[in-house]
C-alpha cells in the first residue's frame, strides 16, 4: 500500500504560483511514477503532469506546459507542482497519484491516490 497526502492549495490571484507537495509513504514509493491530475467542477478528471520514479522523465496536458513543472525528491518521497502564472480555469481540486508501472499518463493506470488539495484562482 502506499499512502498520499497533498499540501500547499489555496486562493491565488490570477497570474500568480503555487507550490503543491505530495508526500508519499508506504510500500516503496520513491519506485512508482507520479503523476498530478485535476477536476474542475462538473467536470471530468484531467492529466496535468507526470514524473518517472527517477525523475529523468517529465510529461505535460498541453494546458499547462511551459506554466507548471512536476519534480520529486526521493529522498523525502515527496513529489511537487510548481505552478506559475496561474488562470482562472487552473481552478480544481488537484490529485497525485502513484502507478506501479514505470510511466503512466492515463488515470486509469495509477493504483494509489490522494484525496485532493483545493486550488482556487480568482481573475
Known amino acids: 500500500q502506499v499512502q498520499l497526502v497533498e499540501s500547499g492549495g489555496g486562493l491565488v490571484q490570477a497570474g500568480g504560483s503555487l507550490r503543491l507537495s505530495c508526500a508519499a509513504s508506504?510500500?516503496?514509493?520513491?519506485?512508482?511514477?507520479m503523476g498530478w491530475f485535476r477536476q474542475a467542477p462538473g467536470k471530468e478528471r484531467e492529466f496535468v503532469a507526470a514524473?518517472?520514479?527517477?525523475?529523468?522523465?517529465?510529461y505535460y496536458a498541453d494546458s499547462v506546459k511551459g506554466r507548471f513543472t512536476i519534480s520529486r525528491d526521493n529522498a523525502k518521497n515527496t513529489v511537487y507542482l510548481q505552478m506559475n502564472s496561474l488562470k482562472p480555469e487552473d481552478t480544481a481540486v488537484y490529485y497525485c497519484?502513484?502507478?506501479?508501472?514505470?510511466?503512466?499518463?492515463?488515470?486509469?493506470?495509477?493504483?494509489?491516490w490522494g484525496q485532493g488539495t483545493q486550488v482556487t484562482v480568482s481573475s
Open positions: 497519484a502513484a502507478a506501479f508501472t514505470g510511466w503512466a499518463t492515463k488515470a486509469y493506470e495509477y493504483d494509489y
Open positions: 508506504g510500500r516503496t514509493a520513491s519506485s512508482y511514477a
Open positions: 514524473i518517472t520514479w527517477s525523475g529523468s522523465n517529465t
